[in-house]
C-alpha cells in the first residue's frame, strides 16, 4: 500500500538556522504531496503542497520539490524562527495507487527552535 | 468563514459507554475522513465518505461507526469495543479534484477514557 516516511525528530536548531525535514514516498501512481503543519493542542493546517513531479510548493518561507527520481519530497527553510515550532508532517493521497483521495501521513517531525 | 467544526473539544468517557464525535463542515466538499492520532504514531484513518449515504473503513475501523446522513455532516461514535480509545480525533473535508484541492482540518477532540 501507500506510505510515507519522514525523518525521525525531534530537531533542534538555533533561529536562523536552515532547516531541512526529509520525506519519501511510495512510488504507486501519481499522488499529490503534502506538507501540514501541527501547533500544540491543534488540528492539522496545510503549508503546502505540489501534484506533479517537479513542482515546488511554497508558502512562508518554507519549499518542498516533488521530486519524482527519487520519490522524495523534503522540506526546507533557509532560516527558522521560534514561531516555526511545531510538528510537521508529510503526506500523500491516493491518487493511481488505488484509494483515491485518502490521505497517507509520515509519523511527524516536532522542530523546537531556541531563541 | 467556511471551516469545519469539531465538538467537543474535550471529551471524557466512562469504561463501556459509547461517545460521538462531531464533525460539520460548510465548505461544501464532498468527502470526510476521521483519523486518529497517537503521540508519535502520526494520523491513522478511522473512516472516510465521499459522498453522501456512502462510507467506506480506514485502517483503524474496528471499535467505530459513522453516518453520512448530510454532506455537512460525519459523526463518529466510538463504541465500547474500542479497547484503547484515548487519542486526540481529527475530521478533515476536501473537495476532490476541486481547483484549490487540499485537505482542510477540523481543530480536534481529545478523547480521554476515566
Known amino acids: 500500500g501507500n506510505s510515507v516516511t519522514q525523518m525521525e525528530g525531534p530537531v533542534t536548531l538555533s533561529e536562523e538556522a536552515f532547516l531541512t525535514i526529509n520525506c519519501t514516498y511510495t512510488a504507486t501512481g501519481y499522488p499529490s504531496l503534502f506538507w501540514y503543519v501541527q501547533y500544540p493542542g491543534e488540528g492539522l493546517q496545510l503549508l503546502l503542497k505540489?501534484?506533479?513531479?517537479?513542482d515546488k510548493g511554497s508558502n512562508k518561507g518554507f519549499e518542498a520539490t516533488y521530486r519524482k527520481e527519487t520519490t522524495s519530497f523534503h522540506l526546507e527553510k533557509g532560516s527558522v524562527q521560534v514561531s516555526d515550532s511545531a510538528v510537521y508532517f508529510c503526506a500523500r493521497d491516493g491518487r493511481g495507487g488505488g484509494s483515491n483521495y485518502k490521505l497517507t501521513f509520515g509519523k511527524g517531525t516536532l522542530l523546537t527552535v531556541n531563541p | 468563514d467556511g471551516g469545519i467544526t469539531q465538538s467537543p473539544k474535550y471529551l471524557f468517557r466512562k469504561e463501556g459507554q459509547n461517545v460521538t464525535l462531531s464533525c460539520e463542515q460548510n465548505l461544501n466538499h464532498d468527502a470526510m475522513y476521521w483519523y486518529r492520532q497517537d503521540p508519535g504514531q502520526g494520523l491513522r484513518l478511522i473512516y472516510y465518505s465521499q459522498i453522501v449515504n456512502d462510507f467506506q473503513k480506514g485502517d483503524i475501523a474496528e471499535g467505530y461507526s459513522v453516518s453520512r446522513e448530510k454532506k455537512e455532516s460525519f459523526p463518529l461514535t466510538v463504541t465500547s469495543a474500542q479497547k484503547n480509545p484515548t487519542a486526540f480525533y481529527l475530521c478533515?473535508?476536501?473537495?476532490?479534484?476541486?481547483?484549490?484541492?487540499?485537505?482542510?482540518f477540523g481543530s480536534g477532540t481529545r478523547l480521554t477514557v476515566v
Open positions: 478533515a473535508s476536501t473537495q476532490p479534484g476541486g481547483q484549490n484541492y487540499g485537505y482542510t
Open positions: 505540489a501534484t506533479k513531479a517537479d
